[in-house]
């Protein structure tokens, strides 16, 4: 890929006009600091030598002489007859807190610094595999042609006046759709202004908040729940109060705070554990909600699959008093990568979010929400929704299988969950974090369990998808886990 690599090399020390060592030194170390600081990322190719020299206006030896002393170095790697590539290097954290240091720059706000300690560790290193992460549909039936056909249509039509900016809450031809959509599969009656297309729960989520909540604001959350929320909860700096669930879903009435704010709640399918929220549990919220003048978000990330069999109506359509914000994402039921979802938010939190909106992200590409009202107007999504339905259904009972007969009495499996995830609940002892980072540098993803509760004693289990990939790879992937996890036990006990 082209790139300007001379403006990388003056933002990093590189200048014609330095004296103090040669000029391939400087060259050098301009080129070395690029790539520590990642400005020049692995597997980029290097301008050549004759073309660089031309840019930089220095002889071409030069040029010859700095790559040649990266490539010692092992910065870079040369490929014979295609070029000089960068290499793959290890972060070096101290050497850069103290440039950092030494530039003098501006200190973080405090909430910049909440984000920064709350980056979430579900899993400690790079996640290296798809199967068996968790909340992860069967990607492999994604029907791309169908999406790549709508998405031509968008593009074969569009007028130069048509790529200008858009409303910050959403294309209303998207809205109609979403509008018709969510009276067939949820229930729910809303009008097109209430509606807010985001790139998925979390924008959603991270959009409310920012709007709602202010240092110390009281924010009740389930335990254990989905840990990105309570972390952009404490990023926002509320405070965090727990409540338990049992097999009715929230316990409302137990929940200790003076003023609460909100309430974050996944009613359809408690997230991880699965529970389904009672009616009855459903009306007490609401009517706690406004006995405490508070939010009830309801984040119903996975409705599709969980609601399936036995569907129970929304805490949106029983809610009177506008306390209800409802959450969706088709990153769940189409793929993550799509990044669309939507809310349905009371009036009165408008006029806040569009403003967000108008001055952050702006608004969802209105080619992704075109392609995907076209996509719910063809009837697609519907027969999309029935595939994965049946698929990841059948392949559920594979990964069971596969897991008892390669783990024995090692797992306790907690498959209640109706949407995307299995908890394995493992012997004590057994430490679910250390475990889940060793599994996945086998390529196998888990998620630790313990990371979903946020106080109190936490279980030690897997959290894990098991219906991205099919069926021999479910098979392939337990194998292959089984295997590392009696190795990880055996370690364990050196
Ligand atoms: C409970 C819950 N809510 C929200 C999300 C975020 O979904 P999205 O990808 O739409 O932001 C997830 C993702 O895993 C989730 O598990």
């Given amino acids: 890929m082209p790139f300007n690599i001379k403006n990388i090399l003056y933002n990093h020390g590189y200048s014609i006009n330095d004296k103090s060592k040669n000029i391939y030194l400087v060259l050098y170390d301009s080129i070395k600091k690029a790539i520590q600081y990642k400005s020049l990322i692995h597997g980029i190719k290097l301008p050549p030598s004759r073309i660089l020299s031309k840019d930089l206006g220095v002889s071409r030896s030069t040029v010859i002489k700095a790559y040649e002393l990266l490539v010692l170095e092992k910065y870079v790697s040369v490929i014979q007859g295609s070029g000089s590539f960068v290499n793959k290097i290890i972060a070096q954290k101290e050497t850069k807190s103290k440039e950092q240091e030494k530039r003098n720059l501006p200190k973080l706000s405090k909430i910049g610094k909440a984000f920064k300690s709350h980056v979430l560790i579900t899993n400690n290193n790079e996640i290296k595999g798809i199967p068996f992460r968790p909340g992860i549909p069967p990607l ?36 109609e759709s979403l509008i018709q959509y969510l009276k067939i599969y949820r229930g729910i009656t809303c009008h097109a ?35 990105y929320a309570v972390n952009l909860f404490k990023s926002l700096r509320a405070k965090i109060c727990s409540t338990t669930i049992d097999a009715e879903g929230i316990c409302i009435n137990e929940v200790v705070c003076n003023k609460p704010k909100l309430v974050y709640t996944t009613p359809s399918n408690q997230h991880p554990t699965g529970v ?68 349905i ?150």
């Avoid at 791309?144 to 209303?172: A, D, H, M, R, V």
């Avoid at 991270?206 to 989905?226: A, H, Q």
């Avoid at 009830?296 to 359509?317: G, Q, R």
């Avoid at 992704?368 to 519907?382: A, G, H, M, V």
Wanted: hydrophobic share 35%; net charge negative.
């Fill in 140 to 175: 492999d039936i994604f029907p791309i042609l169908q999406w790549q056909k709508l998405s031509n249509i968008y593009w074969g039509s569009i007028k130069s006046s048509e790529l200008s900016y858009y409303s910050p809450t959403g294309l209303p031809s998207l809205k």
């Fill in 345 to 494: 938010i009371p009036e009165y939190l408008l006029d806040s979010i569009s403003g967000l909106l108008q001055q952050s992200s702006r608004f969802v590409s209105p080619s992704i929400q075109k392609t995907l009202s076209l996509f719910i107007e063809k009837d697609y999504l519907n027969r999309h929704l029935r595939n994965i339905i049946q698929v990841s259904s059948e392949r559920k009972e594979v990964f069971l299988k596969a897991l008892s007969e390669n783990f024995e009495n090692e797992l306790t499996i907690n498959s209640n969950n109706k949407g995307l995830n299995v908890i394995a609940e493992l012997k004590e002892g057994v430490d679910d974090e250390k475990l889940s980072n060793y599994l996945n540098e086998t390529g196998v993803t888990t998620y630790a369990y313990s990371n979903y509760f946020h106080q109190g004693d936490k279980k030690n289990g897997l959290v894990m998808g098991y219906c991205s990939v099919n069926n021999a790879l479910i098979q392939e992937n337990i194998t292959k886990m089984a295997a590392s996890y009696y190795e990880f036990i055996e370690l364990q006990k050196r």
């Fill in 276 to 343: 389904k929220m009672s009616k009855n549990r459903r009306i007490e919220l609401l009517k706690w909600a406004t006995k405490n003048n508070a939010f009830i978000v309801e984040d119903d990330y996975d409705h599709e699959f969980s609601n399936w069999e036995n569907p129970i109506t929304a805490i949106y359509n029983l809610d009177e008093h506008s306390r209800v914000i409802y959450l969706g994402s088709f990153n769940k039921i189409l793929h993550p990568s799509i990044r669309l979802g939507y809310m």
């Fill in 193 to 227: 202004n209430q509606i807010v297309v985001t790139t998925g729960s979390l924008h959603s989520l991270s959009l409310i908040g920012s709007v709602l909540i202010d240092r110390n604001d009281e924010v009740v959350v389930e335990n254990p729940t989905y840990p």
